[in-house]
């Protein structure tokens, strides 16, 4: 994924309502969001080069999301993929802090990341280029793409501060939400991040929505999430030409947080 923002308790109806862009080259191969033949507890999207997932569920709650965390100067090679990092996750049964707390040791074999697992005790954040470790994610409403948590690019912003607007009603608007996540207005150059990549490829990648002939979004999921476990899931993608499709889901899950809420 490149762009997502969430808002993590706090929306009257919804404990996790989530908003995500994944960019990549038109070339690279990949499934929809599908259940997994080998793993049929899994719901997630796949990719067909390295076998893993930007984003997926799995039936017993457990979620998961990555980004890549963008650095054009770091040019080192053969590094695990990201995505094996949430397709470990979503088979496996350790809780999401614990497979964090268990990952930090090997976490720079990996190409460069922001992790975010999400299970019955909450929502929990890892990059492998932060000098801390895995974070509770507290109550709140977030901004992720290619730099750390909550970093101020124009783009984390604008749909940060979209979602948040948006969480005033009651029930929140999914096509106002998924237009969030459309819009192709690409930042000046003053506000433009320098992360070691050129000026030109800098200011496609600044809008929300990214369309080019060889590199684009190429899927939107929305995910809202009410405290009973009761689950909407929509993935919008996309192709070169711009053609869509549409998957949706009605799922009944142990929601994400909730121990922790009980807790509380």
């Known amino acids: 994924m490149c762009l997502i923002t969430f808002a993590y308790n706090s929306h009257p109806e919804y404990s996790l309502i989530l908003l995500a862009n994944r960019d990549e080259f038109f070339q690279r191969p990949s499934q929809a ?14 990719d067909l ?14 979620f998961a999301t990555v980004t890549n965390h963008r650095n054009g100067r770091d040019k080192r090679d053969s590094l695990r993929s990201r995505g094996d990092l949430t397709r470990h996750f979503l088979r496996g049964s350790q809780s999401a802090a614990e497979y964090l ?35 509770a994610i507290s ?26 607007q948006l969480l005033a009603e ?9 237009a969030l996540m459309q819009d192709r207005a690409q930042a000046r150059d003053e506000h433009l991040p320098d992360t070691g990549i050129s000026l030109e490829w800098e200011r496609m990648l600044s809008s929300c929505f990214i369309q080019s002939e060889h590199y684009g979004t190429r899927a939107i999921t929305l995910l809202m999430q009410k405290p009973d476990g009761n689950t909407y899931l929509r993935e919008q993608t996309f192709d070169v030409e711009g053609n869509t499709d549409v998957q949706e889901f009605d799922l009944q899950l142990p929601a994400i947080g909730a121990a922790d809420r009980e807790e509380n």
């Open 101 to 135: 707390t268990g990952l930090e040791p090997e976490q720079q074999a990996y190409g460069a990341f922001n992790l975010l697992l999400g299970d019955e005790t909450g929502l929990h954040y890892l990059s492998n280029r932060h000098a801390d470790s895995a974070t």
């Open 33 to 46: 969001i599908h259940h997994w033949p080998d793993a049929p507890q899994i719901l997630a999207g796949r």
């Open 170 to 178: 009651r029930e929140p608007n999914r096509d106002a939400m998924l």
């Open 49 to 62: 080069e390295q076998g893993g997932t930007w984003l997926g569920l799995n039936q017993s709650g457990r």
């Open 139 to 164: 109550p709140g409403v977030y901004g992720l793409s290619n730099a750390l948590l909550d970093t101020s690019w124009p783009k984390v912003t604008k749909v940060r501060e979209g979602l948040r």
